[in-house]
C-alpha cells in the first residue's frame, strides 16, 4: 500500500503536531514527484473529531480538500451534480410508486390481507438496505453501492413487479426494492460530498430538489396511465386485462431506473471517492483520483504523492511509505480486517463527537415517525368534517398530486441557499422544523379541498427544506473513514421510524391521536437541532 492505513496512522504522533501547520518536508519513492504544500490545520475540525479519525489521515484530507478547492467547481462536478440526481429521482420512485400502485393491487389480487403489509415489507427493506449500503460503503469504496443500487437492485426489481400474480410476491419484490432504496440516497450524498470544493458544498442541500422531481414523474406516470388502464373499486376484483395501469407504471419507472444506473456505469464514469482511498492507505490511488478531476476539468495536476508522504514522514518522524499496488481480492481482504466493531466505537470518540452522534440519529428517528405518521391520519380526520368536500376522480387527484409535487422542489432550494447564510445547517434545520410541526397543527383546521392543498403545500415546502439540509448535514458532519456507516445508521433509524408509522396506521385504527403527536415531534426535531455541538458551514468535509 502507498502509506500506512486510517486505522493505523498517526498513532504516537508528537504533540506538537496538533497545534501547528505541517512544514514542506521532502521524501523520495514517489509515484508522482512534485512539491509539497504546506497543510492548513483547521482548529475547530481537529477538536470536534477528537481520536475519530487519525491526525494522519484528517491532514490528509485537508489537503485534498485544499486542491479541490484550487481546481474548483467545474464540469466534472456539474456533471456529477445531474447524475447523483439520479439517485434521488429513483429514491422517490419507489417511495411514492408503491403508494400509487396499492390502490389498483387492491382491486386485483384476492390474497391481500392487510394491503399496508407491502408498505411493511418496503420500510423492512429499507431497514436492512440503509445498513447495508452504508457500511460496505466504508468497507469497499463508494463506487460499487453508487452503481449497484440504482440499476440493479432497483430498476429490475421495479419491473419484475410488473409480473407478479399475487400479493405475496408484490410484497417480497417491494422488500428487495426496499434494499436497494435504502442506500440510494445516503450513498449519493457521501460520493458528491467528496467530490466537491468546501465553497460548494450548499449544492448537497439543493440536490434534494431531484427527489421532489421524481415524484413529480411518478404523478404524471400514474396520471398516464392508472387513470387510462386500470378499473375501478366497484369492479373489483377485476381481471389482469383490465387492470394493466399500475404494471405499465412499474415498468416504467424501471426502466428509467434502468437508463440511469447505464448512464453512471457506461458514460459518466467516476473514480473512487479519495476519501475512502485515504481511509485506506491508498494514497496513491487518491491522488490519481483528485488529479482525474482537474484534467477533466482543464485544470493543473497540482497533487502529488510527495505531499501526502511529508504528513507522514512530520508525525511520524519516518521516510514515506513506497506505493504498492494491491490486487481487487487483497484489497477486499483488508477491507474486512480493516472493519472492526471499533469503527462504529469511532462514532462517540470523545464528548462532541458522541453528543453529536447521538443528538443525529435521535433527529432522523424523530423525523421518521413524525413524517408518514401525520400522512397516514391526516385525510382520514378531515374526511369527519361535515364541510370538507374534495373532488375524487383520479383526473382530479392527480392534478393535486402534480401541484404538490412541482411546489415542494422550491424547499431544497430555498434550503441550499438558506444554509449559506449566517444561520448556518443548525439553526435553518431547527427553525424549519418547528415550522412545519406548527403548520401541520394549523392543518387540520382546513375545512375546505383548496385550504388542504395549501396546506399540503406549505407543509410540502417547509418539510422538504428540513429533509434536504439533514439529509446534508449528515455526511457532511461524519469523517470520511466512518461516513458511510454513520449516515447509514441515520437513514436505517429513519426507516425504522416510518416502519413504526406504517404498524401504527395499519393497527391502531383512526384516532386524532398520532396526528397531534407526530406535529410535536417535529418541533421536538427542532429542539434537537439546538443540541448539535458541530456547525459544518466554513468547514470542509474531512
Not at 394493466?244 to 428509467?256: D, E, F, N, P, S
Not at 508522504?309 to 477491507?335: C, H
Not at 394549523?442 to 439540509?469: P, R
Request: proline fraction near 4%.
Amino acid at each position: 500500500m502507498s502509506a500506512v492505513s486510517e486505522d493505523g496512522s498517526g498513532k504516537g504522533s508528537p504533540k506538537g503536531a496538533e497545534s501547528t501547520d505541517l512544514a514542506p518536508v521532502p521524501t523520495t519513492g514517489s509515484v508522482t514527484q512534485g512539491a509539497v504544500d504546506i497543510v492548513h490545520d483547521d482548529p475547530s475540525v481537529r477538536d470536534f473529531y477528537h481520536d475519530a479519525v487519525t491526525e494522519s489521515y484528517r491532514l490528509k484530507s485537508e489537503l485534498v480538500a485544499q486542491h479541490l478547492a484550487e481546481i474548483g467547481m467545474g464540469k466534472f462536478q456539474w456533471w456529477l451534480f445531474v447524475v447523483n440526481g439520479f439517485g434521488w429521482i429513483v429514491d422517490n420512485f419507489w417511495s411514492q410508486g408503491i403508494s400509487a400502485v396499492r390502490p389498483p393491487v387492491a382491486n386485483e389480487f384476492t390474497d391481500i390481507t392487510r394491503l399496508s403489509f407491502s408498505s411493511v415489507a418496503y420500510y423492512v427493506g429499507l431497514i436492512l438496505g440503509a445498513s447495508f449500503w452504508g457500511t460496505t460503503a466504508d468497507m469497499f469504496g463508494r463506487k460499487p453501492a453508487f452503481n449497484a443500487t440504482i440499476f440493479i437492485a432497483g430498476g429490475i426489481f421495479a419491473c419484475a413487479v410488473a409480473g407478479t400474480q399475487n400479493f405475496v410476491a408484490f410484497c417480497a419484490l417491494w422488500a428487495v426494492i426496499g434494499t436497494a432504496a435504502g442506500g440510494n440516497v445516503p450513498v449519493d450524498s457521501i460520493i458528491f460530498l467528496e467530490f466537491v470544493p468546501q465553497s460548494h458544498q450548499w449544492l448537497l442541500v439543493s440536490l434534494s430538489g431531484w427527489w421532489n422531481f421524481g415524484q413529480v414523474i411518478v404523478a404524471l406516470v400514474s396520471w398516464v396511465f392508472l387513470a387510462n388502464y386500470g378499473c375501478s373499486s366497484a369492479d373489483a376484483p377485476c381481471p389482469r386485462a383490465d387492470n394493466m395501469g399500475w404494471r405499465y407504471v412499474m415498468i416504467t419507472l424501471g426502466a428509467i431506473a434502468i437508463a440511469f444506473g447505464l448512464i453512471r456505469i457506461f458514460v459518466f464514469k467516476i473514480p473512487e471517492s479519495p476519501r475512502y482511498l485515504l481511509s485506506k492507505g491508498r494514497d496513491a490511488e487518491a491522488v490519481e483520483s483528485v488529479n482525474y478531476i482537474a484534467k477533466y476539468n482543464g485544470k493543473p495536476e497540482t497533487l502529488t504523492l510527495d505531499m501526502l508522504q511529508a504528513i507522514d514522514v512530520q508525525l511520524r518522524g519516518s521516510q514515506g511509505v513506497a506505493p504498492v499496488r494491491m490486487s481487487y481480492m487483497a484489497i477486499l481482504k483488508e477491507s474486512f480486517q480493516d472493519y472492526q466493531a471499533n469503527s462504529y466505537k469511532r462514532l462517540f470518540s470523545g464528548r462532541k463527537m458522541a453528543q453529536h452522534t447521538s443528538v443525529t440519529f435521535l433527529l432522523w428517528l424523530t423525523i421518521g415517525i413524525a413524517y408518514p405518521l401525520y400522512f397516514a391520519f391526516i385525510t382520514s380526520y378531515l374526511e369527519t368534517k361535515p364541510t370538507y368536500a374534495a373532488d375524487t376522480s383520479l383526473g382530479h387527484t392527480y392534478m393535486i398530486y402534480c401541484i404538490v409535487s412541482a411546489v415542494g422542489v422550491v424547499g431544497p432550494v430555498a434550503a441550499g441557499f438558506a444554509v449559506e447564510t449566517r444561520l448556518g445547517r443548525r439553526w435553518m434545520m431547527a427553525i424549519s422544523a418547528v415550522l412545519t410541526g406548527v403548520f401541520l397543527f394549523a392543518y387540520t383546521s382546513a375545512a375546505t379541498e383548496a385550504a388542504d392543498i395549501g396546506f399540503q403545500c406549505a407543509t410540502g415546502v417547509l418539510g422538504n427544506f428540513e429533509y434536504a439540509i439533514m439529509y446534508a448535514f449528515t455526511p457532511e458532519s461524519f469523517p470520511g473513514p466512518v461516513r458511510g456507516t454513520g449516515t447509514g445508521i441515520a437513514a436505517t433509524l429513519l426507516r425504522f421510524g416510518g416502519l413504526i408509522a406504517s404498524l401504527i396506521s395499519t393497527y391502531g385504527g383512526y384516532s386524532v391521536a398520532p396526528i397531534y403527536a407526530s406535529a410535536a415531534l417535529w418541533i421536538a426535531a427542532g429542539v434537537f437541532c439546538l443540541g448539535l455541538p458541530y456547525e459544518t458551514h466554513g468547514h470542509a468535509s474531512i
